[in-house]
DNA sequence: CTCGCCCTTGACCCGTGGGTCAACCGGGTG
DNA sequence: CACCCGGTTGACCCACGGGTCAAGGGCGAG
């Protein structure tokens, strides 16, 4: 393929196909374990095919990952009320994250392969950045109000993401057997606890009930 | 190579420098970028001598992660003061697990490619669950006389696992331009305010002060 | 009907890199 | 000195899987 043609809609679905044979066999055995033949067989189309919509595996990897990435996005934005308190938005934030990974293990199974490579790290790198731009000008104005600890604003941020992410990870790979709501939960307790400059803020935040929004597919 | 030999000393000299190229070459181009032949060249011998030594790449990976696990126990260990409570000694373990982590970035950069392979996965889990079961234990202990935070231990010891994890991970891929002694004092803070029941607690626990054991070469 | 554009096929090419092997070196030992 | 054994060499083999390509199908427009 040359770059990005114009698709018929037979041709997106066809696309979609094996974007989404690949990400099932990636998540299943591992991305350097998938060749494109196990994806096209998936598929069930000719291995030709495959360079009719992708240049190579790899591209098709990182079309993946950044369609992934828009909708975690997505998924967040609509957890969060922006008028609420900053620690209380943060947690939001936290608690769909969780809930987002966990609905789409499979994706983020796959987004941890990329460390094998090298030119992944910084497609990675792009992800989480975003995220924890978000997080960080949220924890500016709660120090700024006096709700979160007085630390450097970026680096509590990277606290926050790496918690999502970790908790993330040991849930995905079955070290965690618990139902998510309650993971979540979890997560943005000790998120809160974490950043809370005082208990009684952490506890008038963690009073807030929070409706879990339901995961579009 | 059949399983394990005996090596004259010439012999195991040969097979740590062949490890020590090989982890330099995995750490600045990843695993599967890493050939066989890149590793022998690197090191200066012929590529037949790799199977004198190791069963094949994947061997030879296995035996790095290993290594390394030990080192990094050993490190803990020496750290932790077994008399103080048990809050202060986590903080221990966890600023002593960030210490060593940067002084070993190369290492641990390594650790994460594991996930490439659905076959590294419980190798990697492994590791992170030795770590995972001293912390809880020590968690069980502090709900028990009231010093941490009554929830699940387990959770709770993957939250500071994963901080340090994550903390270590985002330090060593750069983003975090911050003199290792610094991070791990703000990790160290960080476990502590999310684990305490209350602010005296962690008050008086951040109040010790931790003199940095220097790391063996 | 027929032209042309997407889409689809599967045989084929070929570089790469894992793994083997027969031969060779050199120092310690009887 | 002769022998042995751990260590070492590099040419060679070959399967695997990535990427190519010429040709064929089918559907919509004109």
Redesign the interface.
């Known amino acids: 393929m040359s770059d990005d043609r114009r698709l018929t809609a037979q041709g997106q679905e066809r696309k979609d196909q094996l974007l989404d044979h690949a990400a099932e066999l990636f998540a299943?055995?591992?991305?350097?374990?998938t060749r494109i033949l196990d994806i096209v067989k998936a598929a069930g189309v000719a291995k030709g095919l495959f360079y009719w919509y992708f240049e190579n595996k790899e591209a098709l990897f990182r079309e993946l990952v950044e369609q992934n990435r828009l909708r975690l996005r997505r998924a967040q934005a609509q957890a969060i009320d922006p008028t609420a308190e900053p620690l209380l938005q943060i947690r939001q934030g936290a608690e769909a994250s969780v809930r987002y990974m966990a609905s789409y293990a499979n994706f983020f199974a796959l987004l941890?392969?990329e460390?094998?490579?090298?030119?992944f790290?910084d497609e990675r790198?792009k992800g989480t950045?975003v995220h924890r731009g978000d997080v960080a000008a949220l924890i500016e104005v709660g120090i700024a109000d006096g709700s979160i600890?007085d630390?450097p604003a970026?680096?509590?941020a990277?606290?926050v993401?790496?918690?999502v992410?970790?908790?993330g990870?040991?849930h995905r790979?079955g070290?965690?057997p618990?139902p998510v709501d309650e993971l979540a939960a979890?997560v943005g307790?000790?998120v809160v606890?974490?950043l809370a400059s005082?208990?009684q803020i952490a506890r008038r935040v963690l009073a807030v009930r929070l409706d879990p929004e339901p995961i579009p597919a």
């Not at 299943?28 to 374990?33: F, I, L, P, Q, T």
């Open positions: 299943e055995r591992g991305y350097a374990e941890e392969v460390n094998m490579d090298k030119a790290a790198t950045e600890r630390e970026d680096l509590l990277f606290g993401v790496g918690t992410g970790y908790y990870h040991f790979t070290r965690m618990l979890f307790r000790w606890c974490s005082d208990e």
